[in-house]
């Protein structure tokens, strides 16, 4: 079984409402920061790179950066994943439409995109889904690979 997690996007994540903001807000739900790497707490605003694949099998390397600097006198604390401009201007990506991350057998990271058409809630696909908040989902499902 393949453990997936699904991110409807937001005008602000796509950059439609001009804000400075760069990067998906990760929520801090056990189910999506399971699937991403520890970052230690005790570091001040640790970070990550993780390698993707399109499935295209275009290569992307986006940045999972946890801002804990509230622990040192700042005011952020939250988990995000930067660098993902490009793809979504490649991929014509608008609010509404999803990205979703998933791992291989090998634990290599997958990347791919669902258009706001397309129904995330079919229940002839096999999928058990797990609404979330902020507008993401873990998705189990043995159709991943």
Not at 20 to 31: C, D, M, R, T
Not at 123 to 131: C, W, Y
Request: with cysteine.
């Amino acid at each position: 079984m393949t453990t997936s997690v699904e991110k409807v996007l937001s005008a602000n994540d796509t950059g439609e409402t001009g804000g400075h903001q760069a990067g998906l807000l990760v929520p801090k739900e056990a189910g999506i920061l399971s699937f991403f790497p520890h970052l230690a707490p005790a570091t001040k605003n640790p970070r990550c790179p993780i390698d993707v694949v399109d499935d295209a099998g275009e290569e992307w390397t986006f940045n999972y950066i946890y801002y804990n600097n509230r622990l040192w006198g700042g005011t952020r604390n939250e988990y995000r994943l930067t660098g993902m401009t490009e793809f979504f201007r490649r991929h014509l990506l608008k609010a509404g439409d999803a990205v979703v991350f998933s791992q291989t057998e090998r634990q290599a990271y997958r990347i791919a995109h669902r258009r706001k058409e397309r129904s995330r809630n079919d229940p002839e696909s096999g999928r058990k889904i797990l609404h979330l908040s902020g507008n993401w989902v873990v998705i189990e499902t043995d159709l991943f690979v």
